[in-house]
């Protein structure tokens, strides 16, 4: 049976609060992440705000929602995160979110691969039949990404987001199983 948590370059783990606070609030000075990470102002946020934020949503939503650390394979360093929100489980969608903290780790399939894993997790753990996200018009690099794996885009709130005097869209993506199926190999 295979390692439904293990991809070709990543792993997805259990969240360590402590640990995913110190290392997300390192990247909160990166203005530009944090343009990534949400639709608000950026902000810089400390390692305890920061863990107090993981500890909350974690208890809050632990019946219907399932969030994962994204680990390097090679040293098992910490990437970034990934979540899965059941937001209406008798018709089983989830709302997906996925971030890659550190700059130096754009680009080289890392967010790719975990994603392939989450959905893998999504699909055949959780048995769902849609994941939906959005992204942000201004982020051509996830949604190329998402489009790889197999999102349709399913629609545009036109004008919804407003960045350096410029009004951006916001997309929503979204991949059903038969349509995740049809690229499955294995």
């Known amino acids: 049976m295979k390692d439904i948590y293990r991809g070709a370059l990543v792993r997805l783990a259990a969240v360590d609060p402590q640990e995913n606070g110190r290392t997300f609030s390192r990247f909160t000075?990166?203005?530009?992440?944090?343009?990534?990470?949400g639709s608000g102002p950026a902000r810089v946020y400390s390692p305890k705000a920061t863990a107090d934020f993981f500890e909350k949503?974690?208890?809050?939503?632990?019946?219907?929602?399932?969030?994962?650390?994204?680990?390097?394979?090679?040293?098992?360093?910490?990437?970034?995160?990934?979540?899965?929100?059941?937001?209406?489980?008798?018709?089983?969608?989830?709302f997906l979110g996925i971030g890659i903290y550190a700059r130096e780790d754009w680009g080289k399939g890392y967010g790719t691969d975990a994603m392939y894993i989450i959905l893998r997790f999504a699909f055949l753990e959780l048995n769902l039949r849609r994941v939906t996200l959005n992204v942000f018009e201004y982020n051509p690099r996830a949604i190329r990404?998402?489009?790889?794996?197999?999102?349709?885009?399913?629609?545009?709130?036109?004008?919804?987001?407003?960045?350096?005097?410029?009004?951006?869209?916001?997309?929503?993506?979204?991949?059903?199983?038969?349509?995740?199926?049809?690229?499955?190999?294995?």
């Not at 000075?29 to 990470?37: G, I, K, P, Q, V």
């Not at 349709?152 to 929503?172: F, I, N, S, T, V």
Request: proline share 1%; no cysteine.
């Open 145 to 186: 990404s998402y489009e790889k794996i197999g999102f349709q885009h399913e629609g545009r709130l036109r004008g919804a987001l407003l960045k350096d005097g410029k009004r951006w869209d916001l997309l929503y993506m979204g991949i059903l199983f038969e349509d995740w199926k049809e690229t499955q190999h294995d």
């Open 29 to 37: 000075r990166d203005s530009e992440l944090m343009r990534l990470f």
């Open 57 to 94: 949503e974690m208890d809050a939503n632990s019946t219907k929602q399932y969030w994962f650390s994204i680990r390097l394979l090679e040293n098992d360093r910490l990437l970034g995160e990934t979540d899965l929100l059941l937001d209406n489980p008798a018709s089983r969608d989830a």
